[in-house]
């Protein structure tokens, strides 16, 4: 399974702090200019007694957001610290030149409520796309599950137009679930993982789906629609079907048409496509719901191997994740 790095579990590590009485603050990158080291919405938590997981700058200015954080927790107020990087610190850290960051600092408890830092948590847990909002100068802060599609949509987090309101976008990590562990799952499920995909992949074939041919993934024997069921299947979700069989492939697929995956693909030519819209089209499914099938599956690159098929089929992926529809 994909894991989160340390700087991807901040806010429950902050709570964890928060709960056990050590006292926690987080420190966020709201802004930044030039080669910063760290993108925007990178995350540090620092305990009262100055532990410390994740990075805002990959160990450039570490330090001071470590004694301003500390600074914090003992008098209770956010607060907003811009650093420039050299152009020394900068290559230190694998990068070619200088910039400049912002760093928003909250100790939890007392600027950032340790309920709303709850509530955070809890919608990380559950996989429901969630955003913090947060008012610079106010320090205003809540929760929003639908006022910023477009950050959503792109992972993307940042400062508003009125450079005064940060947000900051918690999306479930993605997750690529594969119906049919054939040749081209082989080429695409590490493809994906680099690609920063949690893998899952189904065949009730425990000849295919076997761990000597897929070592270290996670493999589900169940029938696929009753495999998705379990996993459930929501907007961070990627589909792709590869068996070739309908009786496979099909029930996922109308699991997939009702839900709110951002990607279906579905393997097979032109006219394998036409019979499955013909099915899906007898199921009741309308229009809409099955012109969200790709298919055939993946960018049109003149692909042949496994290999090739895979990058085609990963290119999509991210073109439709990006708002680039093919």
Same mark, same amino acid.
């Given at each position: 399974?994909?894991?989160?790095?340390?700087?991807?579990?901040?806010?429950?590590?902050?709570?964890?702090?928060? &709960?056990?009485?050590?006292?926690?603050?987080?420190?966020?990158?709201?802004?930044?200019?030039?080669?910063?080291?760290?993108?925007?919405?990178?995350?540090?938590?620092?305990?009262?007694?100055?532990?410390?997981?994740?990075?805002?700058?990959?160990?450039?200015?570490?330090?001071?957001?470590?004694?301003?954080?500390?600074?914090?927790?003992?008098?209770?107020?956010?607060?907003?610290?811009?650093?420039?990087?050299?152009?020394?610190?900068?290559?230190?850290?694998?990068?070619?030149?200088?910039?400049?960051?912002?760093?928003?600092?909250?100790?939890?408890?007392?600027?950032?409520?340790?309920?709303?830092?709850?509530?955070?948590?809890?919608? &990380?847990?559950?996989?429901?796309?969630?955003?913090?909002?947060?008012?610079?100068?106010?320090?205003?802060?809540?929760?929003?599950?639908?006022?910023?599609?477009?950050?959503?949509?792109?992972? &993307?987090?940042?400062?508003?137009?009125?450079?005064?309101?940060?947000?900051?976008?918690?999306?479930?990590?993605?997750?690529?679930?594969?119906?049919?562990?054939?040749?081209?799952?082989?080429?695409?499920?590490?493809?994906?993982?680099?690609?920063?995909?949690?893998?899952?992949?189904?065949?009730?074939?425990?000849?295919?789906?076997?761990?000597?041919?897929?070592?270290?993934?996670?493999?589900?024997?169940?029938?696929?629609?009753?495999?998705?069921?379990?996993?459930?299947?929501?907007?961070?979700?990627?589909?792709?079907?590869?068996?070739?069989?309908?009786?496979?492939?099909?029930?996922?697929?109308?699991?997939?048409?009702?839900?709110?995956?951002?990607?279906?693909?579905?393997?097979?030519?032109?006219?394998?496509?036409?019979? &499955?819209?013909?099915?899906?089209?007898?199921?009741?499914?309308?229009?809409?719901?099955?012109?969200?099938?790709?298919?055939?599956?993946?960018?049109?690159?003149?692909?042949?191997?496994?290999?090739?098929?895979?990058?085609?089929?990963?290119?999509?992926?991210?073109?439709?994740?990006?708002?680039?529809?093919?």
């Amino acid at each position: 399974m994909l894991t989160m790095t340390p700087f991807e579990h901040a806010p429950e590590t902050a709570l964890d702090w928060h &709960r056990a009485g050590t006292g926690a603050a987080l420190a966020t990158v709201v802004q930044t200019w030039g080669s910063a080291p760290r993108r925007t919405g990178s995350q540090l938590v620092v305990s009262g007694e100055g532990q410390i997981e994740g990075s805002v700058s990959g160990g450039c200015v570490e330090g001071a957001v470590v004694g301003e954080a500390l600074e914090a927790l003992q008098d209770g107020q956010h607060r907003l610290l811009e650093f420039g990087v050299s152009d020394a610190d900068a290559f230190a850290v694998g990068l070619a030149c200088g910039g400049t960051i912002k760093v928003l600092v909250e100790p939890v408890g007392s600027a950032l409520p340790g309920n709303l830092l709850e509530d955070l948590v809890a919608a &990380r847990a559950a996989r429901t796309p969630v955003a913090y909002e947060v008012n610079l100068a106010t320090g205003a802060r809540r929760l929003t599950y639908a006022d910023y599609p477009d950050r959503m949509r792109m992972d &993307r987090s940042g400062l508003e137009e009125d450079g005064e309101t940060f947000v900051a976008v918690h999306n479930p990590p993605l997750r690529l679930v594969c119906v049919g562990a054939v040749h081209i799952t082989q080429a695409l499920v590490p493809m994906a993982r680099i690609a920063g995909y949690d893998p899952v992949i189904i065949d009730p074939r425990t000849a295919f789906a076997s761990p000597e041919r897929f070592p270290g993934e996670t493999l589900m024997d169940d029938w696929p629609d009753e495999a998705v069921e379990k996993l459930g299947l929501d907007t961070r979700t990627a589909l792709v079907l590869l068996t070739h069989d309908p009786k496979l492939d099909d029930p996922a697929l109308q699991a997939a048409l009702a839900s709110g995956v951002f990607y279906i693909g579905a393997l097979g030519s032109k006219k394998t496509h036409a019979s &499955r819209v013909a099915r899906m089209q007898e199921a009741g499914f309308t229009e809409d719901r099955i012109a969200r099938i790709h298919g055939p599956i993946g960018l049109d690159i003149g692909a042949a191997s496994p290999a090739e098929i895979a990058v085609s089929i990963l290119a999509e992926m991210t073109a439709v994740l990006r708002g680039k529809q093919p």
